[in-house]
């Protein structure tokens, strides 16, 4: 199948690959596999005292629209609110990066992704204040 333009300049200049450490407090991270063909995302944000994300970390073992999704989420993220992180849609990404429906779920993937990583980090900040330890 051919990819959009969009999608093979992030396949191959993928932003934000790697990873921050697990343990770090301000990170949060999402992992998600799609059901449909076996790929899986990793998606971290690093989160700052005024809850804004300030950056972000990608891996993906999947196809060129899984990585594009995930590239170009990692962009989006930053400078954001946790909330507004939130609501990044599957149908902007896919809108974005002119992805075929066949392809919808790679999107899908970097929502849900994006929503773990959220999940995660709030969970954490949750446990952290219960035996109450202080952010810094
Ligand atoms: Fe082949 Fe996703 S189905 S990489
Ligand atoms: Fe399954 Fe792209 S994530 S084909």
Same mark, same amino acid.
């Given at each position: 199948?051919?990819?959009?333009?969009?999608?093979?300049?992030?396949?191959?200049?993928?932003?934000?690959?790697?990873?921050?450490?697990?343990?770090?407090?301000?990170?949060?991270?999402?992992?998600?596999?799609?059901?449909?063909?076996?790929?899986?995302?990793?998606?971290?944000?690093?989160?700052?005292?005024?809850?804004?994300?300030?950056?972000?970390?990608?891996?993906?073992?999947?196809?060129?629209?899984? /990585?594009?999704? #995930?590239? &170009?989420?990692?962009?989006?993220? +930053?400078?954001?609110?946790? $909330?507004?992180?939130?609501? %990044?849609?599957?149908?902007?990404?896919?809108?974005?990066?002119?992805?075929?429906?066949?392809? /919808?779920?790679? #999107?899908? &993937?970097?929502?849900?992704?994006? +929503?773990?990583?959220?999940? $995660?980090?709030?969970?954490? %900040?949750?446990?952290?204040?219960?035996?109450?330890?202080?952010?810094?």
């Amino acid at each position: 199948m051919a990819y959009s333009e969009k999608v093979i300049e992030h396949y191959e200049n993928p932003r934000n690959v790697g990873a921050f450490p697990k343990d770090d407090p301000t990170v949060g991270t999402g992992m998600v596999g799609a059901p449909a063909c076996g790929d899986v995302m990793k998606l971290q944000i690093k989160v700052n005292a005024q809850g804004i994300i300030e950056d972000a970390r990608f891996k993906t073992y999947g196809c060129g629209s899984a /990585i594009a999704s #995930s590239s &170009l989420v990692t962009e989006w993220v +930053k400078g954001k609110s946790l $909330d507004d992180a939130l609501q %990044i849609r599957n149908t902007q990404i896919a809108e974005e990066l002119a992805l075929p429906p066949v392809k /919808i779920h790679c #999107s899908i &993937l970097a929502e849900d992704a994006i +929503k773990a990583a959220v999940k $995660d980090y709030q969970s954490r %900040i949750a446990g952290a204040a219960e035996v109450g330890h202080e952010r810094v």
